[in-house]
Protein backbone atom coordinates (compact mmCIF):
# COMPACT_ATOMS: atom_id res chain seq x y z
CA UNK A 1 0.00 0.00 0.00
CA UNK A 2 1.12 3.50 -0.89
CA UNK A 3 2.14 6.40 1.88
CA UNK A 4 -0.02 9.03 1.89
CA UNK A 5 1.49 11.97 0.09
CA UNK A 6 1.34 15.58 2.34
CA UNK A 7 1.93 18.72 1.90
CA UNK A 8 2.92 21.50 4.67
CA UNK A 9 5.13 23.66 6.84
CA UNK A 10 7.94 22.75 9.22
CA UNK A 11 8.79 25.81 11.52
CA UNK A 12 12.28 25.33 13.38
CA UNK A 13 12.94 28.21 16.12
CA UNK A 14 16.61 27.78 16.80
CA UNK A 15 17.97 29.25 20.26
CA UNK A 16 21.72 28.20 19.56
CA UNK A 17 23.28 29.17 17.09
CA UNK A 18 25.89 26.86 17.72
CA UNK A 19 23.85 23.95 16.21
CA UNK A 20 23.26 25.80 12.92
CA UNK A 21 25.74 22.99 11.12
CA UNK A 22 24.18 20.06 12.49
CA UNK A 23 20.98 21.44 11.39
CA UNK A 24 21.63 22.42 8.08
CA UNK A 25 23.42 18.58 7.59
CA UNK A 26 19.89 17.43 8.46
CA UNK A 27 18.09 19.25 6.36
CA UNK A 28 20.33 18.57 3.23
CA UNK A 29 19.96 14.67 4.03
CA UNK A 30 16.19 15.46 3.60
CA UNK A 31 16.28 17.78 0.52
CA UNK A 32 14.20 15.39 -1.35
CA UNK A 33 10.87 16.32 0.81
CA UNK A 34 11.93 20.01 0.78
CA UNK A 35 10.62 22.47 -1.30
CA UNK A 36 11.08 25.93 -0.56
CA UNK A 37 13.10 26.96 2.38
CA UNK A 38 13.18 30.45 4.22
CA UNK A 39 15.80 31.67 7.00
CA UNK A 40 15.70 34.53 8.76
CA UNK A 41 17.99 35.83 11.72
CA UNK A 42 16.57 37.25 14.53
CA UNK A 43 19.35 39.03 15.79
CA UNK A 44 16.95 41.36 18.63
CA UNK A 45 15.56 38.20 20.30
CA UNK A 46 19.40 36.07 19.84
CA UNK A 47 16.76 33.30 17.70
CA UNK A 48 16.80 32.16 14.00
CA UNK A 49 14.16 30.94 12.23
CA UNK A 50 12.96 28.44 9.54
CA UNK A 51 10.63 27.89 7.16
CA UNK A 52 10.32 24.97 5.30
CA UNK A 53 7.40 23.89 2.82
CA UNK A 54 7.29 19.98 2.80
CA UNK A 55 6.02 17.48 -0.05
CA UNK A 56 6.49 14.02 0.93
CA UNK A 57 4.78 11.09 2.15
CA UNK A 58 4.45 10.49 6.01
CA UNK A 59 7.54 8.82 7.02
CA UNK A 60 9.97 11.01 5.13
CA UNK A 61 8.55 14.04 6.94
CA UNK A 62 8.55 12.61 10.15
CA UNK A 63 11.73 11.33 9.88
CA UNK A 64 12.80 14.89 9.37
CA UNK A 65 10.74 16.71 11.74
CA UNK A 66 11.79 13.63 14.27
CA UNK A 67 15.78 14.38 13.74
CA UNK A 68 15.22 18.06 13.90
CA UNK A 69 13.45 17.33 17.34
CA UNK A 70 16.20 15.82 19.02
CA UNK A 71 18.68 18.93 18.15
CA UNK A 72 19.38 21.09 21.37
CA UNK A 73 18.07 24.09 21.37
CA UNK A 74 16.02 23.88 18.80
CA UNK A 75 11.81 24.13 18.31
CA UNK A 76 10.15 22.37 15.78
CA UNK A 77 6.25 22.16 14.58
CA UNK A 78 4.39 21.11 11.63
CA UNK A 79 1.49 21.28 10.12
CA UNK A 80 0.42 18.74 7.05
CA UNK A 81 -2.58 18.41 4.47
CA UNK A 82 -2.85 15.14 2.63
CA UNK A 83 -2.39 16.22 -1.13
Known sequence: ???????????IVIEDRSQAQRIN???????DVIVGRMGIPYRE?????????VDGNTDEIGA??????????????SALVTR
Open 45 to 53: KGLSVISLI
Open 64 to 77: LTGKLGTVDGAKVK
Open 25 to 31: SILSAHG
Open 1 to 11: MAKEQRIGVIG
